[in-house]
Structure formats: C-alpha cells, structure tokens
C-alpha cells in the first residue's frame, strides 16, 4: 500500500487521536473491518452514507446505507464503547442494497461503513456526526 | 419474551411484476444494551433483538445483524423486488431466544 | 446581591450564539395528505405577552427529527398507538366493560384531545384528559387507574389524542375555568427553585435561544403525548412538567396535582389555535 504524503499526515494525525482518546482503540475498529473484508483493500467510494451532521439526540439517529451491487454492509460506529452496529445481508429479493435504521451514538464520532460486492471486492466510507449534549434534563 | 413487544410492517397491498417496493418495520423493544447500571450500580444485563430478516415467499430480501448499538424500538426500512403474489414474513430474534414474528400478504398482478 | 446572582446565572444559561438558533420556517404534512397548523395568530388572551405569533415546538427541531412526524410509519410513537387500540377493545375491571362497549371505536374521541383540560360540572373540577381516562376506568369500568404519567396511560392519550389530530386546539378559559385558568398563568409566571425560573423565561422570554444544546421552543403541549428521542417512549404533560421544574432546582408538584392540572389548562390555552398534534416527535 502507498501512501502520498497527506494521507501520511493523516495517519499521522489519527495516531494521535488514537493516543489521546480512551476506548475504544481505532485498533478494534480495525480489526472488525478486517474480519469483514479478510484485509482485502478497500475503495473509497461506491459506498453511501447517509447521517445528520449534527444529531439532536446520540439515543435516535437515523442513518441510511446503500451501495449498487453489495451483498452486505457492515456499519461501525468508531466512538461507541462497543463499535459494531449492525450488518445487513442483502438476499437475492433485496430491491435495492439499501437501508435505514436508527442508531445509539455515545458522542461525537465517526461512523464506518463497509460494503461487500457481489465480485468479492469491497468499499468503504465514513461520516462524522456531532453529537449535542442536551440542556434540559426534563 | 422481552416485556410489551409489538411489531409493526408496512407494505404495499399490491405491486406489479417485477416492482420495486419499499418496506418499513418496527418492533416495540427496549434494546438494553448492557452498557447501562442500575441505581446500585449493578450492570443491567444485555437483552437486545440480535437478528432481524424480511423474507418473501421463503427467498430472504435483508437478513440484519443487529448489535446494542441499534436504538430502543428498531426501525428498518429496504427495498424488495417483487415477482409473484405471497406472504412477506418478517422474524426478529431476541436475546432471550423469543422470536417474533408478522406476515403480511401481496398480491402482484 | 441575589438579585445579581440570578443574572449572572441568567447570561451563563441563554445563549443565542448558535447559527440555528430561531424556529424554521417548514411546513408539516403528515402523510403527504393532511397539513397542520403549526403557526398561529396569538390568541387575545395572550395579547400582554410578548409573542407575536404561535409556534409548535415541532419548528425548532432538525430536519431528521420533523421528518419523523411526518409519516406515521417514521413516527415511533404509533406503534403505542396501536398498544392502546388493543387496550381500548380489551374487557377489565368488575363491570366486565372495555373503552369500547360504551365508546365503540375510538374515532367516536374526535374533538376531545382539543378542548381538554375542560370543565366538569358533575364533579365541578377541571378534568385533564388523564383524570377523565381514569375516571372512566374506576367509576364506569371498575377498574384499577392507570398511573398518571405511565406508559399505559400515555398510550391511551396518544390514541384518543390521533382522532383529534389537525383540528385546533380550543380549551374554555372562561366560565367555571376561570379561576383555575387564572391560577395556572400565575404559576407560568412564578420563579422556583434555586435556578429561580419561571416557566416564562425560558419559553415566553427565551424561545428560540439555546440553553446548552437545546433549542428552547415556546412550551406548547399541543404535541402531548411525545414520543421523545431522549427516552424513546410516550412522554405525557405532567411528567414533562415534572422534569422542567426539577431542572430549575425546586421540588416539584405531583403529576395530577391541582396545580399541575391548573397549570395544563393555562399552558394549553396558549396554543389555541395551533393544531392538535399528538402523537408528535421530539428531541
């Protein structure tokens, strides 16, 4: 794998992240996306995600996946204490390799999404949403 | 069997051969994440819905995993094609090994 | 001295910084077929306020969150809805009768959600919907009550208060209500606990500022009961009152307390006018 010298920087800068954030590591997220692709590479891109930007509440957040051709999707929320959120395996009468849910953010956070191609390939993507913290408790 | 669980569908009554329809479900369910504790600070345990699939006429249109991070009363929505009349049939797993169940019949001309 | 206090409290707590601050100006179809009115002309009543025009609190959440109500399939509150259709057809109590051996099928509740709180003068009160659901349940059906702001009884509100749903809201203020009307606007206005807040300064003085990350809104309830994102649950008025009096640090009255019923009448009369909303969605 090459790198050209922003994404270095940017491994750089997520090393750091990584060092000053607690739990959970990138580490496990990596490990999941490696469980789901086998370390095959991924493309960026031919995968859609779709999530506020701000969500008024981390309890409900709706977020859509879909990707032309995918046989699954796995989404990961990587600031969550336990990452995974859901995978959808799409069947021979899926209309569409699409689907919207509505999801559990622990806060402010990127979230992962990893789609598997009929041909075996796969792409991913990612999102960050902010999380407000709420003023009345009532 | 998890405490006031319901679930509700929604699909088109009828469809053409071929169309694509959209699918909406949601089941009551409290989703506990076993991240939580209680006022004595004991972890209150895990007791999720851990699987959800849609399928028609015996062929799966979604099989989901689905973990804690899924929101109290899950919500999914996604596409099926259909081909012939027959019965939707959408199964939720708990934790606790309870299935439920909710079908629902098209009639494509 | 104290007085110097409150204000510096004051600044800390309201903020119109953010660029989203101020309700929005979308319009909301439920269904794609009926359009609410979530605008409306400030009553007379209200004429010494300083609003100038009603607003749902429905105009103040994110986009994710309207589109949630505007679609009973999006909206999660239905599915109890739903719950509270089978209790409605479902025989207890000693006098072996359901909702429906009397009011056959809920849509008979058409127009009631609108005018509650209302006068009652067999028993010369005012009567929330809640008093008037466990009434029914302990005098009529012989019936245990359901508690005030419980799930079973939010459900039920939501179901009788969907059969009103789009018409405007239009409580009685005047009449045998009034003294209970007048009550309830001098409880709006009374500061408590030790934040010393009256329910005025945040929703009449404030609405539209954010307090933290809360877009505060003009603290209607016509939307009541809230399937509320928070909790993801029904939320009934008495509760929700519950939980904005204990944020301003004071103890709160009980939910179904006459001042918490006189305080229902006055707040619902301030959304005269807009639509009836229940089941709505919330933050």
Known sequence: MEFTRRETMATGGAAVLTAMMPVPSFAMVDDLVDEFTGGADMAEGGVNLVAPEIAENGNTVPIEVSADGAVAIMVLATGNPLPPVATFNFGPLAGESRAKTRIRLAGTQDIVAVAKMADGSFARTQKTVKVTIGGCGG | ?109 | MKSMKTAAIAVLVFSAGMASAGPDNDVLVINGELTMTTRAAVPEHMADTPLDELLSGWHYRTDETQSLQADDFDNPGMVFVDVAADAWNTVEGTEGKACATCHQDPSTMKGVRAVYPKWNDATEEVRTLAMQINSCRVENMGADPYKYTGGKMANMEALISLQSRGMPVNVAIDGPAQSDWEWGRELYYTRTGQLELSCANCHEDNNGNMIRADHLSQGHINGFPVYRLKNTKLNTVHARFKGCVRDTRAETYKPGSPEFVALELYVASRGNGLSVEGPSVRN
């Open chain 2, 1 to 109: 069997m998890a405490k006031g669980v319901r679930p509700r569908v929604k699909v088109p009554k009828t469809a053409s051969s071929g169309d694509v329809v959209t699918i909406k479900c949601l089941i009551s369910h409290k989703m506990e994440s076993g991240q939580r504790k209680d006022k004595e600070g004991n972890k209150i345990p895990r007791s999720i819905i851990n699987r959800f699939t849609c399928s028609l006429a015996g062929e799966t249109i979604i099989d989901v995993a689905m973990e804690p991070a899924i929101s109290t009363n899950p919500y999914f929505e996604f596409d099926a094609t259909v081909t012939e009349s027959g019965d939707f049939k959408f199964v939720w797993h708990d934790d606790d090994g309870s299935v439920y169940e909710e079908v629902k019949t098209i009639q494509v001309a």
